[in-house]
């Protein structure tokens, strides 16, 4: 455990800590380019340089290992100096292309510059190394070789995270630049985690390209909910629509996430988003198609169901459950999910891809039900004639129900996610939209957070469901998404 002092503060490190980690644990910050907690080090971007008593020379702090008795220091002139020079280098060849540049107000050269240099260039524009601009490198990025830095990390990225190896420097000295091997794509399923790698505006997303400007965002932390990894995510919106999402970096489950994850925010705002109900595949307010609804469940008796969701949250499964205990008063449902669960790309995606199936048991022990089997019997049997459930779930039955020619009432965000032959399809406020509770694979339990607005008049499932029962005849009493789960043992 060597003692040293960073800046006149004592601090005492485990064996092979750098002096850039062992300055982070006083607070000090230290810049860096190709530096990444979770990449290996490759020493070149030389941004970190670092004055260390009686060495001949400044030492880069990300790959300097601590000593007994090291006196660093990480603000004198002589590497306020460095910091000035290195950024000179770096902008050399840098093209001005800030005021079109999608990495503008979240960039590396612009932040540092500002910190550490506001020196005036000493280079004309005219003088400038000119590289390859703009070229798709993969199905969700863009790679513009000019602003390179060749810090290096999308490199160590794809030969250390994903283990694909794409990416590649050519040439030598000045002429270096990063390419992709001959044949390849950037499309190793975790490609978007390379245009948040890059400190400066090299690989961008294609999906965030020329959409929003990065000082407008806001960001509202949350989960993804994928797949039942469940990684902690942060939507950035403004104005009411998303733009993107990105990693909100954590211990428990993720640094990076998969490109599928990225995109599941598109479902909020696309073409085929439901405004309102279908009936018999006709455009229809939400208030008269569950009056609609609730006749026909009273129609059906007792030859109604009900299928809760592994795709739902903990809030809406148990309003699904009161539903069919208090409100249809039937046996008839179930909430008996099990799908096998682990991470299956050694990385993040799981092998499961509902993002709730454990919390499904909370409510399974509470309200009890069909096992997924004896409910499947049941549909296939012939005496149901309705079926209440949310889209993917109906998925799980779809075979036994068609079978049967049960008659559906689905839930569902997106038309393109309900079965063409429903008799009426529920919309309701996507997870973006809405508070949630799911719990992943790991029992970890966490909720999602309301980024933006739901379409008017859009609610959450068991504000829909609430409404639902009352037409029916019975009061259950949701007002809030915590009523919803007022009498669980969580
Ligand atoms: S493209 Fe970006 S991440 Fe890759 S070497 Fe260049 S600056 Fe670094
Ligand atoms: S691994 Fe699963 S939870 Fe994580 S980003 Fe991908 S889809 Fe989302
Ligand atoms: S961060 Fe240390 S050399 Fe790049």
Not at 62 to 82: D, F, P, Y
Not at 110 to 131: G, N, T, V
Not at 148 to 163: D, S, Y
């Amino acid at each position: 455990m060597p003692n040293l002092t960073i800046d006149g503060r004592s601090v005492e490190v485990p064996a092979g800590t750098t002096l850039l980690e062992a300055a982070q644990r006083l607070g000090i910050y230290i810049p860096r380019y190709c530096y990444h907690p979770k990449l290996s080090v490759s020493g070149s971007c030389r941004m970190c340089l670092v004055e260390v008593e009686k060495a001949p020379k400044l030492v880069t702090a990300c790959s300097t290992e601590a000593a007994e008795g090291m006196r660093v220091l990480t603000a004198s002139e002589k590497v306020r100096q460095a910091r000035r020079d290195v950024l000179e280098y770096l902008l050399i060849n840098h093209p001005l292309d800030c005021p079109i540049c999608d990495q503008a107000g979240e960039c590396g050269l612009q932040d540092y510059y500002m910190d550490y240099s506001l020196r005036k260039s000493r280079f004309e524009a005219e003088d400038k190394i000119l590289r390859q601009k703009r070229r798709a490198a993969g199905p969700y990025l863009m790679l513009d070789n000019e602003r390179c830095i060749l810090c290096t990390r999308c490199v160590r990225f794809c030969g250390e995270v994903t283990k694909t190896a794409e990416l590649e420097v050519m040439e030598r000295g000045d002429r270096s630049f990063i390419d992709l091997k001959e044949g390849r794509a950037l499309d190793n399923g975790y490609s978007l985690n390379i245009a948040d790698l890059c400190p400066v505006g090299a690989f961008t997303s294609r999906d965030f390209r020329f959409k929003a400007r990065a000082w407008f965002l806001k960001r509202t932390p949350t989960i993804c909910l994928g797949c039942a990894t469940g990684c902690e995510i942060e939507a950035h919106h403004y104005e009411g629509t998303i733009y993107r999402l990105v990693p909100h970096p954590n211990a428990e489950t993720n640094t990076w996430l998969c490109d599928h994850g990225r995109m599941t925010y598109k479902a909020v705002r696309a073409g085929d988003r439901l405004g309102k109900a279908l009936i018999r595949k006709g455009l229809i307010d939400l208030e008269p198609a569950l009056r609609e609804t609730a006749t026909r469940l009273e129609e059906a008796k007792g030859a109604a169901a009900v299928l809760g969701s592994p795709w739902l949250s903990v809030e809406d499964n148990a309003a699904l459950a009161r539903l069919a205990k208090d409100s249809v008063k039937t046996a008839n449902y179930c909430f008996d999910f099990s799908a096998e669960q682990g991470i299956k790309d050694g990385i993040l995606v799981n092998k499961d891809p509902a993002p709730n199936t454990a919390g499904t048991r909370t409510v399974k022990a509470l309200y009890g039900g069909l096992s997924l089997e004896e409910f499947t019997g049941l549909l296939a049997g012939g005496k149901i004639k309705i079926l209440i459930t949310e889209a993917k779930a109906y998925g799980l039955v779809k075979a036994a129900a068609e079978a049967a020619g049960i008659r559906l009432i689905i839930f569902a965000r997106n038309r393109g996610e309900a079965p063409a032959a429903a008799y009426a399809v529920l919309p309701y406020a996507s997870y973006f939209e809405t508070e949630g509770t799911f719990v992943n694979y790991q029992g970890l339990r966490r909720m999602t957070a309301a980024a933006v607005e739901p379409p008017q008049g859009i609610k959450p499932l068991w504000a829909v469901v609430n409404k639902l029962a009352s037409y029916s005849g019975a009061e259950l009493h949701l007002d809030s998404a915590p009523r919803a789960l007022k009498d669980m043992d969580f």
